[in-house]
């Protein structure tokens, strides 16, 4: 079955503790991208891949970091946590129609 | 101003009637324009795309586009219980790899 797994799919974490949120895709998709989600505010774009070793910005990046080893994976890493990174996380791929996104099934995260 | 903008809602429409959602955008550039459905505590799921002006019908589901006015809309026909959900509009600029999502317009259907 096509999909975009994401781990864990909930968490909660205190402020200063790393984390990191995995993604993995298995339709050999080259484009992959995380968003957050906020109440009144709609998706965010925060980093994306269009291949691997090749990440850029999105529109909200401070305090994350990203990877693109394979092809598959895309890590989201809280290098910090702070309680303004509280959000719903969703990790999304593509074959390059980068409007057309597969989305995982989002992971919630708290920091406290 | 937002780059994409969509009426939060909630808009409410009685079972088969005509639901009709509206997003606006600030890019003139933007090329390719996309509409996804959110269920509650579900992620965003594509239901049409649209690039060029005019109307692209998709079964129930109908996107227009006019790009001189810059806004794009879906209409729902005969509208379901089961449509119920947030309906998120997504541009994308010319040659861009950064897909903009609007607030979404939170759709009731009530039988």
């Known amino acids: 079955e096509a999909q975009v797994t994401q781990n864990p799919r909930y968490l909660i974490t205190v402020t200063g503790k790393k984390l990191t949120v995995t993604c993995s895709q298995n339709m050999n998709h080259e484009y992959m991208s995380w968003y957050r989600q906020d109440p009144g505010l709609g998706l965010r774009q925060i980093y994306y891949?269009?291949?691997?070793?090749?990440?850029d910005k999105g529109d909200v990046p401070e305090g994350y970091k990203v990877s693109r080893k394979e092809k598959r994976n895309f890590p989201l890493i809280l290098e910090s946590p702070s309680p303004n990174q509280t959000s719903l996380y969703f990790c999304?791929?593509?074959?390059?129609?980068?409007?057309?996104?597969?989305f995982g099934e989002g992971s919630r995260l708290t920091v406290l | 101003q937002k780059e994409v903008e969509q009426n939060s809602g909630p808009l409410s429409v009685p079972e088969g009637a005509i639901a009709s959602l509206n997003c606006t955008y600030s890019d003139r550039g933007s090329q390719s324009f996309f509409w996804y459905r959110q269920y509650s505590g579900k992620s965003p799921e594509l239901i049409m795309f649209?690039?060029?002006?005019g109307d692209k019908e998709d079964g129930r589901f109908t996107a227009q586009l006019n790009k001189a006015s810059q806004y794009v809309s879906l209409l729902i026909r005969d509208s379901q219980p089961s449509d119920s959900a947030t309906y998120l509009c997504a541009v994308l600029k010319a040659a861009g790899n950064k897909l903009t999502f609007g607030g979404g317009t939170r759709v009731l259907v009530k039988p």
């Open positions: 649209i690039y060029s002006n």
């Open positions: 891949s269009m291949n691997v070793e090749v990440t």
């Open positions: 999304a791929s593509t074959r390059l129609a980068v409007g057309e996104l597969f």
